[in-house]
Protein backbone atom coordinates (compact mmCIF):
# COMPACT_ATOMS: atom_id res chain seq x y z
CA UNK A 1 0.00 0.00 0.00
CA UNK A 2 1.28 3.53 -1.29
CA UNK A 3 -1.19 5.90 0.66
CA UNK A 4 -0.15 9.62 0.90
CA UNK A 5 -1.35 11.79 3.01
CA UNK A 6 -1.15 15.32 4.71
CA UNK A 7 -1.95 17.14 8.04
CA UNK A 8 -3.46 20.34 8.31
CA UNK A 9 -4.72 22.79 11.14
CA UNK A 10 -8.27 23.79 10.19
CA UNK A 11 -9.67 26.78 11.19
CA UNK A 12 -6.10 28.23 13.06
CA UNK A 13 -4.54 31.11 12.56
CA UNK A 14 -0.93 29.43 13.25
CA UNK A 15 0.65 26.19 12.79
CA UNK A 16 -0.37 24.15 16.02
CA UNK A 17 -3.59 25.43 16.74
CA UNK A 18 -7.60 24.75 15.28
CA UNK A 19 -8.79 20.94 14.88
CA UNK A 20 -6.66 18.97 13.04
CA UNK A 21 -7.29 16.69 9.83
CA UNK A 22 -5.25 13.79 8.20
CA UNK A 23 -6.28 13.82 4.67
CA UNK A 24 -5.41 10.75 2.88
CA UNK A 25 -5.23 10.42 -1.33
CA UNK A 26 -6.63 7.24 -2.16
CA UNK A 27 -5.91 5.92 -5.44
CA UNK A 28 -6.09 2.78 -4.84
CA UNK A 29 -9.76 1.76 -4.12
CA UNK A 30 -9.57 1.18 -0.29
CA UNK A 31 -12.46 -0.92 1.40
CA UNK A 32 -14.05 1.22 4.00
CA UNK A 33 -13.58 -0.86 6.46
CA UNK A 34 -10.29 0.16 6.30
CA UNK A 35 -10.47 3.70 5.74
CA UNK A 36 -12.08 3.41 9.20
CA UNK A 37 -8.92 1.71 11.18
CA UNK A 38 -6.74 3.86 9.28
CA UNK A 39 -8.48 6.80 11.18
CA UNK A 40 -8.43 5.16 14.13
CA UNK A 41 -4.34 4.78 13.96
CA UNK A 42 -4.21 8.41 13.27
CA UNK A 43 -6.60 8.88 16.19
CA UNK A 44 -7.25 12.71 15.36
CA UNK A 45 -11.10 13.67 15.38
CA UNK A 46 -11.69 13.09 11.77
CA UNK A 47 -9.40 12.10 8.91
CA UNK A 48 -10.63 12.11 5.16
CA UNK A 49 -9.61 10.18 1.82
CA UNK A 50 -10.05 11.74 -1.41
CA UNK A 51 -11.06 8.83 -3.74
CA UNK A 52 -11.90 10.54 -6.66
CA UNK A 53 -10.83 13.61 -8.86
CA UNK A 54 -12.43 15.51 -11.56
CA UNK A 55 -9.50 17.82 -12.51
CA UNK A 56 -11.40 19.67 -15.21
CA UNK A 57 -14.76 20.37 -13.16
CA UNK A 58 -12.56 20.36 -10.15
CA UNK A 59 -14.98 18.04 -8.24
CA UNK A 60 -13.58 15.71 -5.67
CA UNK A 61 -15.37 12.33 -4.09
CA UNK A 62 -14.08 12.40 0.11
CA UNK A 63 -15.63 10.13 2.62
CA UNK A 64 -15.08 11.52 6.10
CA UNK A 65 -13.97 9.06 9.25
CA UNK A 66 -13.81 9.86 12.96
CA UNK A 67 -12.21 7.08 15.26
CA UNK A 68 -15.44 5.22 15.43
CA UNK A 69 -17.48 5.82 12.37
CA UNK A 70 -17.93 7.21 8.87
CA UNK A 71 -20.01 10.46 8.78
CA UNK A 72 -21.92 12.15 6.15
CA UNK A 73 -20.81 15.44 6.44
CA UNK A 74 -18.33 17.69 8.87
CA UNK A 75 -16.89 20.92 8.63
CA UNK A 76 -13.39 20.84 9.46
CA UNK A 77 -12.68 18.07 7.43
CA UNK A 78 -14.47 19.79 4.28
CA UNK A 79 -11.83 23.19 4.87
CA UNK A 80 -9.28 21.13 5.40
CA UNK A 81 -9.83 18.81 2.91
CA UNK A 82 -10.11 21.57 0.32
CA UNK A 83 -7.10 23.17 1.23
CA UNK A 84 -4.70 20.17 0.69
CA UNK A 85 -6.60 19.56 -3.13
CA UNK A 86 -5.56 23.07 -3.46
CA UNK A 87 -2.49 22.88 -2.43
CA UNK A 88 -1.38 19.21 -3.36
CA UNK A 89 -3.07 17.99 -5.96
CA UNK A 90 -4.42 21.28 -8.24
CA UNK A 91 -1.63 23.36 -7.27
CA UNK A 92 -2.80 26.30 -9.08
CA UNK A 93 -5.25 29.11 -7.72
CA UNK A 94 -8.77 28.35 -8.64
CA UNK A 95 -11.52 30.07 -7.13
CA UNK A 96 -13.76 27.01 -5.92
CA UNK A 97 -13.37 23.42 -6.00
CA UNK A 98 -16.35 20.93 -4.86
CA UNK A 99 -16.46 17.95 -2.60
CA UNK A 100 -19.07 15.15 -3.64
CA UNK A 101 -19.76 13.95 0.16
CA UNK A 102 -22.17 11.24 1.00
CA UNK A 103 -24.56 14.52 2.31
CA UNK A 104 -24.50 16.04 -1.23
CA UNK A 105 -22.46 18.65 -2.84
CA UNK A 106 -20.14 21.01 -0.61
CA UNK A 107 -18.53 23.63 -2.64
CA UNK A 108 -15.76 25.02 -1.19
CA UNK A 109 -14.23 28.69 -2.40
CA UNK A 110 -10.72 30.47 -2.02
CA UNK A 111 -9.12 33.76 -1.08
CA UNK A 112 -5.28 34.51 -1.45
CA UNK A 113 -2.74 36.67 -0.14
CA UNK A 114 0.50 36.73 -2.12
CA UNK A 115 -0.63 34.05 -4.16
CA UNK A 116 -0.69 31.87 -0.69
CA UNK A 117 -4.73 30.63 -0.05
CA UNK A 118 -6.17 32.72 2.82
CA UNK A 119 -9.13 31.94 3.99
CA UNK A 120 -11.34 29.05 2.85
CA UNK A 121 -15.53 29.72 2.35
CA UNK A 122 -17.50 26.42 2.25
CA UNK A 123 -21.00 26.61 1.43
CA UNK A 124 -23.27 24.25 3.91
CA UNK A 125 -26.41 22.80 3.18
CA UNK A 126 -29.48 24.91 3.98
CA UNK A 127 -29.99 24.44 7.94
CA UNK A 128 -33.36 22.09 9.04
CA UNK A 129 -34.59 23.68 12.55
CA UNK A 130 -35.75 20.73 14.50
CA UNK A 131 -37.62 20.56 18.13
CA UNK A 132 -37.29 23.40 21.21
CA UNK A 133 -36.23 22.52 24.03
CA UNK A 134 -36.89 23.32 28.08
CA UNK A 135 -33.70 24.77 29.85
CA UNK A 136 -33.89 22.12 33.18
CA UNK A 137 -32.60 19.04 31.73
CA UNK A 138 -30.43 20.90 29.01
CA UNK A 139 -28.32 22.57 31.96
CA UNK A 140 -28.76 19.09 34.24
CA UNK A 141 -26.52 17.17 31.24
CA UNK A 142 -24.24 20.61 31.02
CA UNK A 143 -23.19 20.57 34.75
CA UNK A 144 -24.73 24.30 34.85
CA UNK A 145 -27.81 26.12 36.68
CA UNK A 146 -31.04 26.79 34.75
CA UNK A 147 -30.05 30.19 35.13
CA UNK A 148 -26.73 29.98 33.39
CA UNK A 149 -29.00 29.30 30.29
CA UNK A 150 -30.10 32.82 28.22
CA UNK A 151 -33.80 32.11 27.76
CA UNK A 152 -34.40 35.18 25.53
CA UNK A 153 -33.59 32.49 22.85
CA UNK A 154 -34.32 28.97 22.32
CA UNK A 155 -32.83 26.31 22.52
CA UNK A 156 -33.33 24.17 19.33
CA UNK A 157 -31.77 21.25 17.27
CA UNK A 158 -30.49 22.58 14.21
CA UNK A 159 -28.70 20.30 11.34
CA UNK A 160 -26.64 21.04 8.02
CA UNK A 161 -25.99 17.57 7.39
CA UNK A 162 -25.42 16.74 11.18
CA UNK A 163 -27.77 17.49 14.06
CA UNK A 164 -26.74 19.96 17.14
CA UNK A 165 -28.15 21.34 20.12
CA UNK A 166 -27.85 25.14 19.86
CA UNK A 167 -27.82 26.00 23.32
CA UNK A 168 -27.37 30.36 24.42
CA UNK A 169 -25.55 31.01 27.33
CA UNK A 170 -25.73 33.85 29.48
CA UNK A 171 -21.81 34.46 30.28
CA UNK A 172 -17.85 33.37 29.37
CA UNK A 173 -18.00 31.65 33.19
CA UNK A 174 -21.11 29.69 32.07
CA UNK A 175 -19.65 28.30 28.81
CA UNK A 176 -16.23 28.07 30.81
CA UNK A 177 -17.82 25.98 33.20
CA UNK A 178 -19.64 23.32 31.25
CA UNK A 179 -18.98 20.03 32.21
CA UNK A 180 -20.60 17.13 30.25
CA UNK A 181 -22.32 14.26 32.54
CA UNK A 182 -22.08 11.76 29.95
CA UNK A 183 -24.78 9.44 31.23
CA UNK A 184 -27.09 12.20 31.46
CA UNK A 185 -26.32 13.22 28.09
CA UNK A 186 -26.89 9.52 26.79
CA UNK A 187 -30.14 9.37 28.18
CA UNK A 188 -31.76 12.39 26.81
CA UNK A 189 -30.84 12.06 23.67
CA UNK A 190 -32.10 8.76 23.39
CA UNK A 191 -35.23 10.05 21.98
CA UNK A 192 -33.81 13.26 20.21
CA UNK A 193 -32.30 13.40 16.35
CA UNK A 194 -29.21 15.81 18.03
CA UNK A 195 -26.55 14.32 19.74
CA UNK A 196 -23.76 16.91 21.12
CA UNK A 197 -24.63 20.27 22.52
CA UNK A 198 -23.07 23.53 21.33
CA UNK A 199 -22.74 26.01 23.72
CA UNK A 200 -22.09 30.02 23.19
CA UNK A 201 -22.27 33.54 24.60
CA UNK A 202 -21.60 37.29 23.07
CA UNK A 203 -18.65 37.36 25.75
CA UNK A 204 -15.19 36.36 23.66
CA UNK A 205 -12.04 36.25 24.82
CA UNK A 206 -10.82 39.38 22.39
CA UNK A 207 -13.03 42.01 21.68
CA UNK A 208 -12.47 42.03 17.90
CA UNK A 209 -14.42 38.53 17.90
CA UNK A 210 -18.41 37.88 18.71
CA UNK A 211 -18.64 34.46 20.38
CA UNK A 212 -17.07 32.15 22.33
CA UNK A 213 -18.43 28.63 21.84
CA UNK A 214 -18.07 25.27 22.93
CA UNK A 215 -18.93 21.23 21.40
CA UNK A 216 -18.25 18.93 24.25
CA UNK A 217 -19.84 15.54 22.46
CA UNK A 218 -19.76 12.36 24.33
CA UNK A 219 -16.34 11.53 23.48
CA UNK A 220 -14.49 14.56 24.57
CA UNK A 221 -14.51 18.18 23.17
CA UNK A 222 -13.58 20.07 19.42
CA UNK A 223 -11.14 22.04 18.94
CA UNK A 224 -12.86 23.35 15.93
CA UNK A 225 -16.91 22.45 14.82
CA UNK A 226 -17.44 23.99 11.30
CA UNK A 227 -20.71 21.43 11.26
CA UNK A 228 -22.18 22.97 14.31
CA UNK A 229 -20.67 26.82 13.73
CA UNK A 230 -22.68 26.02 10.54
CA UNK A 231 -25.67 25.08 12.35
CA UNK A 232 -25.49 28.12 14.71
CA UNK A 233 -25.01 30.21 11.98
CA UNK A 234 -28.33 29.49 10.34
CA UNK A 235 -29.75 30.12 13.90
CA UNK A 236 -28.16 33.33 14.54
CA UNK A 237 -29.87 34.80 11.52
CA UNK A 238 -33.21 32.82 11.84
CA UNK A 239 -33.91 34.33 15.15
CA UNK A 240 -32.19 37.91 14.62
CA UNK A 241 -29.78 36.97 17.79
CA UNK A 242 -27.75 40.22 16.13
CA UNK A 243 -30.76 42.06 15.53
CA UNK A 244 -31.07 41.59 11.90
CA UNK A 245 -31.99 38.23 8.82
CA UNK A 246 -27.80 38.85 8.15
CA UNK A 247 -25.12 37.70 9.89
CA UNK A 248 -21.28 38.02 9.73
CA UNK A 249 -19.39 37.40 12.66
CA UNK A 250 -15.90 35.75 13.97
CA UNK A 251 -16.15 32.61 16.62
CA UNK A 252 -13.85 31.56 19.50
CA UNK A 253 -13.45 28.09 19.75
CA UNK A 254 -10.67 25.56 21.30
CA UNK A 255 -9.31 27.33 24.03
CA UNK A 256 -10.30 25.41 26.59
CA UNK A 257 -8.37 22.54 25.07
CA UNK A 258 -5.24 24.30 24.37
CA UNK A 259 -6.31 24.88 20.38
CA UNK A 260 -7.41 28.35 20.15
CA UNK A 261 -9.68 28.44 16.52
CA UNK A 262 -11.44 31.40 14.79
CA UNK A 263 -14.13 30.63 12.73
CA UNK A 264 -16.02 32.97 10.07
CA UNK A 265 -20.03 32.51 9.77
CA UNK A 266 -21.95 34.33 7.67
CA UNK A 267 -25.64 33.52 7.06
CA UNK A 268 -28.72 35.44 6.24
CA UNK A 269 -31.94 34.39 6.25
CA UNK A 270 -34.29 34.80 3.02
CA UNK A 271 -37.39 33.36 3.70
CA UNK A 272 -37.70 29.26 2.47
CA UNK A 273 -34.12 29.16 2.91
CA UNK A 274 -31.25 30.32 5.18
CA UNK A 275 -27.92 30.69 3.04
CA UNK A 276 -24.95 29.55 5.48
CA UNK A 277 -21.29 30.02 5.42
CA UNK A 278 -18.62 28.93 7.26
CA UNK A 279 -14.95 30.21 6.51
CA UNK A 280 -11.57 29.85 8.28
CA UNK A 281 -7.67 29.28 7.66
CA UNK A 282 -5.76 26.62 7.40
CA UNK A 283 -2.15 25.73 7.98
CA UNK A 284 -0.32 22.70 6.88
CA UNK A 285 1.70 20.99 9.39
CA UNK A 286 3.32 17.34 7.82
CA UNK A 287 3.14 14.80 4.88
CA UNK A 288 3.77 11.68 4.51
CA UNK A 289 2.35 7.68 3.39
CA UNK A 290 1.25 4.97 4.73
CA UNK A 291 3.09 2.00 3.79
Excluded at 210 to 232: F, Y
Excluded at 255 to 282: A, H, Q
Amino acid sequence: MNLPFHIVDVFAEEKYAGNQLAVFRDDEGLPGELMQRIAKEMNFQESTFITGADLDSLVFKVRIFTKERELPFAGHPTLGTAYVIQKAIVERQVEKVTLDLKAGMIPVTFSYVDGEADVLWMKQLNPVFGETHPPEPIAEFLGLEPEDIDTDWLIQEVSTGVPFFMIPLRTRDAVVRTKINREKLAAYTQGTEAKAPLVFCREPVYPENHLKVRMIGSTGEDPATGSANGCLAGYLAKHRYFGGPKVDVRVEQGYEIGRPSLLYLRSEDRGEEVDVYVGGKNVMVAKGEFI
